[in-house]
């Protein structure tokens, strides 16, 4: 039988859990959708225990022999407040909380929220340890505190002596670190009574969700591009050298030596799950919306939504619907949220080029690639292939490398992403489309700046 790999991924809405083997095929997937009373800037670290355990009884892992090894990835910066016993003592304070000041010239993303937790919650402060939420729940499962990054080039992103002493905050509230690909512990049994896993599999480190998910894309190789669509939607393009911009993010690459250029769109899946629930789309979800909006033409009245992330900051915090008129339904004001997407992805892809970085094809990954007919549009809108793995949530086939790695069972990281990870579908821009669409791009901006000072 192939090696398979347990690969579970934190995400913010939902977990997962696939087994994938050896060679990438998904033998099988689970997923927990957490409570929609669930609040994401409070929230509750035992969700994720109860995902966990729901997700490995769906894929029936009591069983012998079933799976070689477990790796787990999360989103993040996110903190877990954790007590002796590995029990949180406080909410974990999430990565779209963008707490705590920051100090110029320290890279750090998770001592402010370190800072912030010591200035405001009580609770937390008593906390033994802060953990990240892969190592949450690894530390539930075999008892071993671990901070878990890609590579050395990854310490001053999370903490490092200096940092933690301009932040105040004492390093021992942090775990020692480890790396993807290495053994972190075996299930022990308590956690095996709970969870429904084999008594002592192996743990080998994941880390974060999107280093997971260029991995997932095999984006490892300088001037691919990977869109890692979910909740939020991030544009990463594998560099040699880092870029800095005013709208741009850089951390080193899981490569050692290359970095991850970024875009980051905090809000995409999120923005397409308000409209499915604001026109009572309750089953048809994106599916539902995207037929809807395929069976229109491509007629110049349409409406056009202005949110403020065309302004910048790629965030829906207020926004309006211009040019609405008596004929237009809810495929015509879907359609004017859909384009306002897509031209946000164009809008990141501008400056990534303008950066130096420009891009020729995108590799796609996340809730969002799972959909044909955006995928489609997309390409069309921005005028790039679309490219879609066989595992649609790559930071499972990510997860899936760095355990095969751990067992030995390729050599090295290259020689694993080629035989773990297969593309699947490839969608081709149709340049008809590509003209009407760069002139609905030109009218919305156009308009975008002479509304901007009434939208703010």
């Not at 480890?178 to 008594?199: R, S």
Request: proline share 7%; net charge negative; with cysteine.
């Amino acid at each position: 039988m192939p090696t398979t790999i347990l690969s579970v991924d934190i995400g913010t809405s939902s977990l997962k859990a696939g087994l994938v083997d050896e060679h990438g095929s998904l033998q099988n997937l689970a997923q927990v959708v957490y409570p929609a009373t669930a609040n994401t800037g409070r929230w509750d670290a035992n969700l994720w225990d109860q995902a966990l355990a729901a997700a490995c009884r769906q894929l029936r892992l009591d069983r012998p022999s079933i799976v070689s090894a477990m790796v787990i990835s999360g989103h993040g910066p996110t903190l877990v407040p954790l007590d002796q016993a590995n029990n949180p003592v406080a909410p974990v304070l999430f990565w779209t909380n963008n707490h705590g000041p920051t100090i110029a010239n320290q890279p750090s993303v998770f001592l402010p929220k370190a800072r912030w937790f010591l200035d405001h919650d009580p609770q937390a402060a008593k906390a033994v340890w802060l953990a990240t939420c892969p190592e949450y729940l690894v530390a539930r499962l075999c008892g071993q505190r671990w901070t878990i990054i890609a590579h050395e080039g990854y310490v001053p992103y999370y903490w490092d002596v200096a940092q933690c002493a301009a932040y105040d905050v004492n390093q021992d509230w942090f775990a020692p670190f480890n790396y993807a690909g290495h053994w972190l512990g075996t299930v022990h049994q308590a956690a095996a009574d709970q969870f429904g896993l084999p008594i002592g599999l192996p743990i080998f480190g994941g880390g974060s969700d999107f280093l997971m998910s260029l991995i997932g894309t095999a984006t490892i190789t300088p001037g691919l591009c990977g869109d890692r669509a979910g909740s939020s939607e991030g544009i990463n393009v594998c560099s040699t050298n880092p870029i800095h911009g005013p709208t741009l993010q850089t951390f080193p690459h899981a490569v050692e030596g290359l970095w991850n250029v970024a875009g980051v769109l905090n809000q995409s899946g999120m923005m397409f799950e308000w409209f499915r629930r604001l026109t009572g789309q309750a089953t048809g979800g994106y599916h539902e919306m995207i037929a809807a909006v395929e069976a229109l033409d491509d007629p110049d009245d349409l409406p056009i939504f202005l949110p403020n992330a065309l302004g910048g900051a790629y965030r829906f915090d207020k926004g309006l619907f211009w040019g609405l008129e008596t004929h237009h339904g809810p495929a015509h004001i879907s359609r004017a949220v859909i384009e306002h997407l897509g031209f946000s992805v164009w809008n990141v892809l501008k400056r990534l080029a303008e950066a130096g970085l420009p891009v020729t094809e995108l590799r796609a990954s996340g809730g969002q690639a799972k959909n044909a007919g955006w995928c489609q549009m997309k390409a069309d809108m921005i005028g790039l292939p679309i490219l879609v793995p066989a595992i649609i949530d790559a930071e499972l086939s990510g997860d899936a490398v760095f355990g095969c790695l751990g067992l030995g069972i390729y050599p090295d990281l290259p020689t694993a992403v080629t035989a773990i990870v297969q593309p699947s579908r490839h969608y081709l821009p149709d340049e008809r489309r590509r003209a009407y669409f760069d002139r609905r791009y030109q009218t919305i901006m156009e308009l975008s700046k002479k509304l901007s000072t009434i939208a703010q």
